[in-house]
């Protein structure tokens, strides 16, 4: 019954706001939501979108030592689409829209997420890949206050400062915005973090000279510019490389990216792993003990990396085009996005299923490798490396 009656309430909620009721005088109830990503349909009035790249698809090629689409997993998880997708993945567009009088919000989950969320002038959520108006948001818009901004460009999404979400989600934006001009338009935290800073000075601009943004007031923006890219596009991540990337002539190292101190999805047999790796040649390397520079470095010189199933691999997109990545895979959490990243850069993958090892979520999961399938497989790049 109660539920009956909420959901009779956020009907009416939804009506009064789409006949002008402000939804703030409704508690925020009855927030519409546009999916700004669906450039099927058009955008609210007041929000304007420019299609810099339609959507297109890929024609992808299968992991080396898969013989065919149907041994890949089909599980889409909340990824939105799966391994078995990624021969024929569709790529979303790319484009700009510029948002009339918008309000920018956030708040901090339980994880201590960043969770941001853009309102349009008539109070429509601008729905994008990590951007939504959630309940929590409701509290946070009517206890803080309002900082005035007449123009600004927002890049921002949940999970900005993960190393990996920001090289494949974020670096593509300013890489965008760089070519429209409008890079000294975005919008900092209080503290970027190292990748943000270095990033930023490589495409040109001095991260101290950009403006700032105060987590405990919303912005309210008369003119808002919003990116949205897809972050597996090969002509994104493929400037990234260009951007971000240190060349070498001959890269010739091979590299095994550690886990060891992350808290979750660890290799619990990594001595042994380490040993088999080190008599075929590969180095083994903890990034967190590198800055970025060092890491881009690395990386130019890098024609295999290998690793388990983490942003450590992300990485792949500092490597020269033809570089073999190994991934390490509980196929029990399916993640496509690595597979999918080394299609669009020109990577050789290779997928390696590993074991679970212990208990948890999936996302959580310790796993572990089999030598003997990880030597045949160091065979197998090999053979087709000797034949490049």
Known sequence: MAAQIGNRLGGLARLAVDRGVPPEWLGFRGIAHCDLDDISTPPPPGVRRHIVQPCDVASNPLPLNVDGVDELPDDRGWWGYSMRDVPHRRSGPTYLATVDDATVTWYRNRHGDFVPAVLSGNRRSLDMREMRWRRPHAAVRRSQPVHHLRSAVWILERAFHNHSHWLTAHVPKLVILRDQGLLEEILLPEEPTAMMASSLRRLGVDPD??????????????????????????ELLRTVRDALAVPTERPHRRLYISRSRATRRRLVNEPEI???LRDAGFESVVLEDMSVEEQAELMGQASVICGPHGAGLTNMVLCAPGTHVIEFADLDFPNPNFYAMSAALGHPYWLLPAEVAGP?????RDMSVDPSRLERTIRLVDGASSRR
């Open 209 to 234: 000279e950009l403006r700032r943004f105060d987590e405990d007031h919303v912005l309210r923006i008369d003119q808002l510019t919003l990116v949205g890219n897809d972050r597996f596009r090969p």
């Open 274 to 276: 380490v040993g088999i």
């Open 360 to 364: 948890g979520s999936p996302l959580e």
